[in-house]
């Protein structure tokens, strides 16, 4: 069974300051993996998606995948209080002729102006 | 960029009602498109896959009969929860595939309360 965990929250953080996000997944096929905002009461909308080994950053934002460790993370700098939602990393894997995405529980992000 | 509409946003029915949701792709061609359901405090479980087309793959321990789906077009899937109950009450979100996107689009949920 797919399974993607995500670090327990919630997490606080001062505004200004890094927060750093947590994803581990169990499935050794996945191919692309996700980074998802989910503000409360909303769908999610995605933030950022990585395939390869390594570091990809697009604004404030740096996920990093590390496959021979089934681990994805995602770093936000210059945190800002509207940065606070719930963060879902998601796992893609090919079923078919279609990708599925799992997703982990989500953790509660809160920056604290 | 890719849209996803889907409504309607919030439905209230009666206990043993059905109600329909849809979900379209406005500017693509969703040769695929996901259900999934979400509680209060927890992540988003994948009910089913719709096919163009064909018949919808479910989820293990999602019932077919109750949660029915229809992908009849390229732009189109229809979620019909039929005789709806308390427990069924969730956020129902869509998503869209596109071998062409870098990302799923999904679209901006549905709250069902049944009463």
Redesign the interface.
Known sequence: QKEVEQNSGPLSVPEGAIASLNCTYSDRGSQSF?WYRQYS??????IM?IYSNGDKEDGRFTAQLNKASQYVSLLIRDSQPSDSATY?C?VGTV????????????TQLTVLP | GAVVSQHPSWVICKSGTSVKIECRSLDFQATTMFWYRQFPKQSLMLMATSNEGSKATYEQGVEKDKFLINHASLTLSTLTVTSAHPEDSSFYICSASDRGLQGYTFGSGTRLTVV
């Not at chain 1, 009461?41 to 995605?46: A, F, H, N, Y």
């Not at chain 1, 079923?95 to 989500?106: C, E, I, K, P």
């Open positions: 996700f009461g909303k769908s999610p909308e995605l998606f879902l998601a079923s078919g002729s279609a990708r599925q995405l799992t997703f982990g529980s989500g």
